[in-house]
T-cell receptor, first 117, second 115 residues
């Protein structure tokens, strides 16, 4: 089956530093990946759509300069939280469209918990 | 825009019993996909079941089945013979085909299976 892996699973950083989270499709090529943010006991909120070889599409209210997304290859998308602050602490999840075309199914990474001190 | 509503923030069920989680949605589309995802304490999102709106037959996957009522825009999940491992957050989700595979999630239902 299609596997999506995120790294790191947990990261703690100091306020003002930048953190990069990677999302990899391990056994298939993903032209489109999605980044979500999840607060405790809440649902997933779509932050942006990451397209290989082009600029990401951000949802309304998501700061492009704060959350930098790069999708430089067909198997890797990265989310960089720049100048992180405690309010950026959250659970970040990526997903990718599967290798079988538009069956509707998305495959999710394990998530990355960011804690900003 | 599509909206997905899960009216039960929390539910509990005894092991081996049956439980039904509710989901309603709002859309003007005639063709779409509906999903139930499970998020256990590990936080990994796992697809439980998937339904295509043009199919009248309700989807089933082992102990999991759905009651899809298109006219009522209702998509409930029934879990039979509940197991302790079913304890998790359950999210109902909507996707419009050929629209970039964007998922719209409901608010989630926290299910606790009690021994």
């Amino acid at each position: 089956g299609a596997v999506v892996s995120q790294h790191p699973s947990r990261v703690i950083c100091k306020s003002g530093t930048s953190v990069k989270i990677e999302c990899r499709s391990l056994d298939f090529q993903a032209t489109t990946m999605f980044w979500y943010r999840q607060f405790p006991k809440q649902s997933l909120m779509l932050m942006a759509t990451s397209n290989e070889g082009s600029k990401a599409t951000y949802e309304q209210g998501v700061e492009k300069d704060k959350f930098l997304i790069n999708h430089a290859s067909l198997t890797l998308s990265t989310l960089t939280v720049t100048s992180a602050h405690p309010e950026d602490s959250s659970f970040y999840i990526c997903s990718a469209r599967g290798p079988m075309g538009d069956t509707g199914e998305l495959f999710f990474g394990e998530g990355s918990r960011l804690t900003v001190l | 825009a599509q909206t997905v509503t899960q009216s039960q923030p929390e539910m509990s069920v005894q092991e081996a019993e049956t439980v039904t989680l509710s989901c309603t949605y709002d859309t003007s589309e005639s063709n779409y996909y509906l999903f139930w995802y499970k998020q256990p304490p590990s936080r990994q999102m796992i697809l439980v079941i998937r339904q295509e709106a043009y199919k009248q037959q309700n989807a089933t996957e082992n102990r999991f089945s759905v009651n899809f009522q298109k006219a009522a825009k209702s998509f409930s999940l029934k879990i039979s013979d509940s197991q302790l491992g079913d304890t998790a957050m359950y999210f109902c989700a909507f996707m419009k085909p050929n629209a970039g595979n964007m998922l719209t999630f409901g608010g989630g239902t926290r299910l606790m299976v009690k021994p």
